[in-house]
């Protein structure tokens, strides 16, 4: 496919090059993008089922194989 922004590393492409605010994909697709550019590792979060966050280092509890999941910016602004 010519479209950058498709598949599972396409939509967290497409979180990374800023163009949306979350991601939604397989825990599996986002540990092994995160460990290809391990430098972004910090800057994002997964959104986990319990209404938590959690680090990339360290996912959700209770995820089962294969899930999928949300991953944001950490920096993103919470709601109230």
């Known amino acids: 496919s010519t ?5 599972d590393e396409g ?3 497409c ?6 605010d979350v991601a939604f994909v397989s825990i599996e697709s986002a540990l092994s993008y995160f460990q290809r550019y391990r430098y972004l590792r910090d800057d ?3 959104l986990c ?5 959690a680090s990339l280092n360290n996912p959700c509890q ?3 194989e294969p899930t999928e999941v949300w991953i944001s910016r950490s ?3 919470k709601c109230d």
């Not at 479209?3 to 598949?7: F, I, K, L, T, V």
């Open 3 to 7: 479209d950058r922004y498709a598949g």
């Open 11 to 13: 939509a967290i492409r």
């Open 15 to 20: 979180l990374t090059d800023g163009q949306a």
């Open 44 to 46: 994002y979060q997964l």
């Open 49 to 53: 089922h319990s209404g938590g966050v």
């Open 62 to 64: 209770g995820i089962g």
């Open 75 to 77: 920096n993103a602004s």
